[in-house]
C-alpha cells in the first residue's frame, strides 16, 4: 500500500457509513482505470488457493481447541407475511453458488491449508414447525443453540446450515449458522441482501439481476499471500514490533475465579442502555476533540481496563473489516482483522491527554493495517499458552444498530434476537 493510500484507508475509517459508500464508488471506477484490481487466479490439483492467513488461523485453531462454537455466526431474521419456504431455499443456494467460498473446503496439503472449491454444493433448508410448543421463540431459539453446537467439518463442508422455523401461517423465522472461515459481519449484510434479491427473481420467475463478482475469495487469498511477505510484511511487521515491544504479555483484571488453564469460550451478552443525551454529548466531544465517537468510548473502556487492572500500559485489539479495496466489498468471506492498540496511562493523564493517545495509536494502527493479526502473531512470536489469546485477551469494537434485514417480497423482517453463548477474548 502505497503513503497516499494509507492515508486514504485512515481519512475512511472516520467517514459515516454514508460518506464512506460514495468514496468508495469513486475509488471503484479509479482503480479500474488504474489497472490496479486483484487479479483473478486458478488452482491447480484441484486446489483454488492457499488458504487465507485468516482461514489459516482458526482452520489450526479448529484442529487444536475443543470450543468450536466459537467461531460460528448465527444470524436469524423474523419474518411476516406469507413465505414460500421452496423459494426461499432455492435463492440460498443459488448465493452458494455464486460465492466460491460457500463451497470451500479446507485441507492439509504439503503447501500448508489450501482452499479447495466443491462444484456443487446443496444447502438443505429444513422446515421446523414449532407451532404445537409452549413457547415457540423459545423453542427456535433452543434450536439455534442446538445447531450452533453442531459440528463443521472443514475438511469436507459445508461451511453454511439453515433452517426455516415456522411460528404459525405467517410467521417464520429464517436462521443461519456459518462458520467464521468463510464469513465475518460485514458478509452477513451481504448474504441477506442476496438472498432477497434471488427469492424475488424465484417468485417472480425471472433470472436475478445481480452484476459478476469482480474475485472470489479464493483470489484475495493468492492475492494476499503473493503480498504480504518480504520486505513488504516487514516494514509492516517493523511498526508493530515497536508498538507493542515491552507489552505486557497479559491483562490482569481482578477475576472472582482462578483462570483455567485451558481457556474456555463460555459467555453471555449483557445489555447496558444509554440514553439519547449521553450518545449526544459523546459525539459532541469527540467532534470537539478532532476524534471519531470509536476513538473517544475506547478512551473510556482503557480507563476502564486500566484503572481494574491497576496496570498503566494496556492492549486491546480492534476490529477492523479489511476491505480497503473495492472489489473485495461485495463478497462474502472472512477479512476481518485485528488491530492490537497499546495505550500507556502511567502518568495519570487527563481524559482528553488520554483520547488524544488513543487518537494517536489508532491512526498508526489504520495505516499498518495490512498486516494480518495472523501473521503479525507468527512473526512477533509471543510466549502462547492455552490459556489465554496471544498479545490481547480483551477487544472493543463500535459497529452501527444492526440494520433492518432486507424484506423477502411479500414479507415483512426484523432482526430475531439470538442468546449469546460463547466468549471470544
Same mark, same amino acid.
Given at each position: 500500500?502505497?503513503a497516499a ?26 482503480d ?10 486458478t ?5 483454488r488457493?492457499?488458504a487465507?492467513?485468516?482461514q ?9 481447541v475443543?470450543? &468450536? ?5 448465527p ?8 413465505l ?11 448465493? %452458494?453458488? &455464486?460465492?466460491e ?12 491449508c489450501m ?5 456443487a ?13 409452549a413457547?415457540?421463540?423459545? =423453542? ?9 453446537a ?5 475438511a469436507t463442508?459445508p461451511?453454511?446450515?439453515a433452517?426455516?422455523y415456522r411460528?404459525?401461517d405467517q ?5 443461519i449458522?456459518q462458520?467464521?472461515v468463510?464469513?465475518?459481519?460485514w ?7 442476496e438472498?432477497?434479491t434471488?427469492?424475488? =427473481?424465484?417468485l ?5 439481476n445481480?452484476p459478476?463478482l ?10 494476499q499471500r503473493e ?13 508493530w514490533?515497536?508498538?507493542?515491544d515491552?507489552?505486557?504479555a ?8 482462578? &483462570?483455567? %488453564?485451558?481457556?474456555?469460550a463460555?459467555?453471555r ?10 450518545v ?10 478532532n476524534?471519531?465517537l470509536h476513538?473517544t468510548l ?10 481494574y487492572?491497576g ?5 486491546v ?8 479495496r ?11 482483522n485485528?488491530?492490537?492498540l ?6 495519570d493523564?487527563t481524559?482528553?491527554?488520554?483520547l488524544?493517545?488513543?487518537r =494517536?495509536?489508532s ?5 499498518h493495517?495490512?498486516v ?9 512470536r ?9 498479545i490481547?485477551?480483551?477487544?472493543f469494537s463500535?459497529r ?10 411479500g414479507?415483512r ?8 453463548? =460463547?466468549?471470544?477474548?
Amino acid at each position: 500500500m502505497s503513503a497516499a493510500d494509507s492515508e486514504l484507508t485512515t481519512r475512511l475509517a472516520a467517514l459515516s457509513p454514508r460518506q464512506r459508500q460514495f468514496v468508495e464508488r469513486r475509488l471503484a471506477h479509479r482503480d479500474a482505470a488504474e489497472g490496479r484490481r486483484i487479479p483473478r487466479t486458478t488452482g491447480s490439483g484441484g486446489f483454488r488457493a492457499p488458504a487465507s492467513f485468516e482461514q489459516e488461523r482458526l482452520w489450526f485453531m479448529d484442529r487444536m481447541v475443543p470450543f &468450536r462454537e466459537v467461531y460460528r455466526i448465527p444470524t436469524a431474521v423474523r419474518v411476516s407475511g406469507p413465505l414460500d419456504a421452496a423459494a426461499l431455499r432455492r435463492a440460498l443456494n443459488h448465493v %452458494v453458488r &455464486r460465492h466460491e467460498v460457500l463451497r470451500t473446503c479446507l485441507v492439509e496439503s504439503e503447501q500448508g491449508c489450501m482452499e479447495v472449491v466443491r462444484d456443487a454444493v446443496e444447502i438443505p433448508v429444513p422446515l421446523v414447525d414449532v407451532r404445537s410448543s409452549a413457547d415457540p421463540q423459545r =423453542a427456535v431459539r433452543d434450536g439455534v443453540t442446538a445447531d450452533l453446537a453442531g459440528a463443521f467439518d472443514l475438511a469436507t463442508g459445508p461451511m453454511l446450515r439453515a433452517t426455516i422455523y415456522r411460528l404459525d401461517d405467517q410467521e417464520h423465522v429464517f436462521a443461519i449458522i456459518q462458520h467464521h472461515v468463510v464469513s465475518d459481519y460485514w458478509s452477513i449484510s451481504v448474504l441477506f441482501t442476496e438472498i432477497a434479491t434471488f427469492y424475488a =427473481a424465484e417468485l417472480d420467475g425471472v433470472d436475478a439481476n445481480l452484476p459478476d463478482l469482480p474475485v472470489q475469495y479464493g483470489d484475495f487469498a493468492a492475492w494476499q499471500r503473493e503480498t504480504v511477505r518480504g520486505e513488504y510484511l516487514e516494514r509492516l511487521t517493523g511498526y508493530w514490533r515497536d508498538h507493542l515491544d515491552g507489552a505486557p504479555a497479559l491483562l490482569e483484571l481482578p477475576l472472582d475465579r482462578p &483462570r483455567p %488453564v485451558q481457556r474456555a469460550a463460555v459467555g453471555r451478552f449483557f445489555d447496558v442502555r444509554f440514553g439519547r443525551d449521553t450518545v449526544d454529548r459523546a459525539r459532541h466531544f469527540a467532534r470537539e476533540q478532532n476524534a471519531t465517537l470509536h476513538m473517544t468510548l475506547l478512551a473510556a473502556y482503557v480507563a476502564l481496563l486500566a484503572r481494574y487492572s491497576g496496570q498503566d500500559d494496556v492492549v486491546v485489539g480492534v476490529p477492523i473489516a479489511g476491505r480497503g479495496r473495492t472489489e473485495l466489498q461485495p463478497l462474502i468471506g472472512y477479512f476481518l482483522n485485528w488491530l492490537p492498540l497499546r495505550i500507556t496511562v502511567g502518568d495519570d493523564p487527563t481524559f482528553r491527554e488520554l483520547l488524544d493517545r488513543v487518537r =494517536a495509536a489508532s491512526l498508526e494502527g489504520y495505516r499498518h493495517q495490512d498486516v494480518p493479526f495472523e501473521a503479525l502473531v507468527y512473526e512477533l512470536r509471543p510466549e502462547r499458552n492455552l490459556g489465554t489469546t496471544p498479545i490481547f485477551q480483551t477487544s472493543f469494537s463500535l459497529r452501527d444498530e444492526a440494520p433492518r434485514p432486507p424484506g423477502f417480497a411479500g414479507t415483512r423482517t426484523e432482526n430475531f434476537g439470538l442468546d449469546g453463548s =460463547a466468549s471470544h477474548f
